[in-house]
Structures are given as structure tokens and as C-alpha cells.
């Protein structure tokens, strides 16, 4: 192992305690310097520790703020979507019922409902009603369709729903009401002549009712059983 050590070898030429004395100022001045670069040296390290330290919580406070700027950007995005559809809906159940204020919100409330029921949140169901309102002529219809058809949300795309699937589900479900029931059995839903005619030829009132009848028979009660799983809890 190499030797570190440094030997300084001082040669006096003048004897005199006076010289002596300035000497031993003179190391004694090397070793008070020696002491405060070694001082510094630790300060140094003291504060390149809280600098560290000072970065560390800068980066963290720096990873909250991105978070929470996250979470907004979400929330405003859903607002953005839910008065969206709210509107949507509003517009098209007072072009095709004349329906009220009153009447409108009453269909908002249901949605609101079934969202605590199950996991199709109330923005995507407002989505897939605005477009079922295009086929029906009677509040009453709606309120008879969106629980089998939050059922046939939750069947077909789970947990990952979203306006988009509402739609598509609503859409398969108005063409039934326009007596295009093969439209029903291609999503693999079975139902009978009778019930087959009265979706073809029966009043709107029975067409909902037989529509409701024939996608319970198949997903009945989906929507609220994935909401007792450990992800829809």
C-alpha cells in the first residue's frame, strides 16, 4: 500500500530565538489555515447535504403540483363531458317529447341514481339516453330503458364504458324500436314471436316494455353485480 505521507524538511540558517519564534507563528499560521480549509470543507459538505435535501422536496412539491394539476385536468374534462351530454339530452328530449324542465331533470336524477346502483357513470348513461330520446316520443319509455340498458353497457364493455359505448348500445336499441329486431339478435339476445311482433307492431309503451323484458331475461342485474366486485366498489 503506497505511503501517503509528506514530509517537508525545513532548513534554518538563522539560530536566534527570534527566528524560532517566527517559525513556530509561521506554523502555527499553516496549521490555523489547515484547520479552516478543514472547517470549510465540512460546511461545504453540510450544505451540499441541505441543497440535496432542498432538491429532493423541491422535486417532490414539483411531483405534487403535476398530480394535482393532473386530477384538475380530469375533472375538467368530465364537467366538459357531462354538461355535454346534459345538453344534448335536454335538446333532443324537447325536440321529440316537448318535454319540461321538470321532465328533463327527473331523467338526469335517474341516472344519478342508477350510477350508485352500478359502475356506468351518470355522464356516459346521459350520452346513450340523449340518443335512445331520438327513437322515443314518451319520458315514460326512457325511464323503462335505462336500467336494462346501463345492464347492456355494463355486459359489453365492463368497467372500461364509455359515451361512446352508451351510444352504440343506444343506437342498437332505437333500431329495435324502428322494428328492426335482428338488430337485437346479432348482440345475441334471444326472444320469442310474440315478443318479436310486439317490438315490430306494438305502441311505443309495449315496445319499451317488451325491449326491457328481453334484455333482462339475458343481462338482468349485471350493472349491479359488478358494482359488489372489489374494482366496481
Given at each position: 500500500m503506497a505511503d501517503n505521507t509528506v514530509e517537508y524538511k525545513i532548513k534554518l540558517t538563522d539560530f536566534g530565538s527570534e527566528a524560532t519564534e517566527r517559525l513556530k507563528r509561521q506554523l502555527k499560521g499553516v496549521g490555523a489555515t489547515v484547520e479552516e480549509v478543514k472547517s470549510k470543507a465540512e460546511d461545504l459538505k453540510t450544505r451540499l447535504i441541505n441543497f440535496n435535501q432542498a432538491v429532493a422536496s423541491i422535486q417532490n412539491v414539483a411531483s405534487a403540483v403535476s398530480q394535482v394539476s393532473s386530477a384538475i385536468s380530469g375533472m375538467t374534462q368530465y364537467y366538459a363531458a357531462q354538461v355535454e351530454a346534459e345538453t344534448k339530452l335536454q335538446t333532443v328530449m324537447r325536440?321529440?317529447?316537448?318535454?319540461?324542465?321538470?321532465?328533463?331533470?327527473?331523467?338526469?336524477?335517474?341516472?344519478?341514481a342508477q350510477q350508485e346502483l352500478g359502475v356506468i357513470g351518470d355522464e356516459v348513461q346521459?350520452?346513450?339516453?340523449?340518443?335512445?330520446?331520438?327513437y322515443a316520443s314518451k319520458k315514460s319509455s326512457l325511464e323503462t330503458l335505462i336500467p336494462v340498458m346501463n345492464d347492456m353497457i355494463a355486459q359489453q364493455y365492463g368497467f372500461n364504458a364509455t359515451q361512446e359505448s352508451a351510444v352504440n348500445i343506444a343506437t342498437?336499441?332505437?333500431?329495435?324500436?324502428?322494428?328492426?329486431t335482428s338488430a337485437l339478435s346479432r348482440y345475441?339476445?334471444?326472444?320469442?314471436?310474440?315478443q318479436e311482433q310486439i317490438l315490430k307492431f306494438g305502441t311505443e309503451e309495449e315496445?319499451?316494455?317488451?325491449?326491457?323484458e328481453v334484455v333482462r331475461q339475458s343481462v338482468g342485474g349485471v350493472n349491479a353485480e359488478l358494482a359488489k366486485t372489489d374494482s366496481g366498489r
Amino acid at each position: 500500500m503506497a505511503d501517503n505521507t509528506v514530509e517537508y524538511k525545513i532548513k534554518l540558517t538563522d539560530f536566534g530565538s527570534e527566528a524560532t519564534e517566527r517559525l513556530k507563528r509561521q506554523l502555527k499560521g499553516v496549521g490555523a489555515t489547515v484547520e479552516e480549509v478543514k472547517s470549510k470543507a465540512e460546511d461545504l459538505k453540510t450544505r451540499l447535504i441541505n441543497f440535496n435535501q432542498a432538491v429532493a422536496s423541491i422535486q417532490n412539491v414539483a411531483s405534487a403540483v403535476s398530480q394535482v394539476s393532473s386530477a384538475i385536468s380530469g375533472m375538467t374534462q368530465y364537467y366538459a363531458a357531462q354538461v355535454e351530454a346534459e345538453t344534448k339530452l335536454q335538446t333532443v328530449m324537447r325536440n321529440t317529447m316537448d318535454a319540461t324542465d321538470d321532465e328533463v331533470q327527473s331523467i338526469k336524477d335517474l341516472c344519478s341514481a342508477q350510477q350508485e346502483l352500478g359502475v356506468i357513470g351518470d355522464e356516459v348513461q346521459l350520452a346513450g339516453v340523449q340518443e335512445l330520446a331520438t327513437y322515443a316520443s314518451k319520458k315514460s319509455s326512457l325511464e323503462t330503458l335505462i336500467p336494462v340498458m346501463n345492464d347492456m353497457i355494463a355486459q359489453q364493455y365492463g368497467f372500461n364504458a364509455t359515451q361512446e359505448s352508451a351510444v352504440n348500445i343506444a343506437t342498437m336499441m332505437g333500431k329495435v324500436f324502428a322494428g328492426q329486431t335482428s338488430a337485437l339478435s346479432r348482440y345475441g339476445y334471444t326472444f320469442s314471436e310474440a315478443q318479436e311482433q310486439i317490438l315490430k307492431f306494438g305502441t311505443e309503451e309495449e315496445k319499451a316494455a317488451t325491449l326491457a323484458e328481453v334484455v333482462r331475461q339475458s343481462v338482468g342485474g349485471v350493472n349491479a353485480e359488478l358494482a359488489k366486485t372489489d374494482s366496481g366498489r
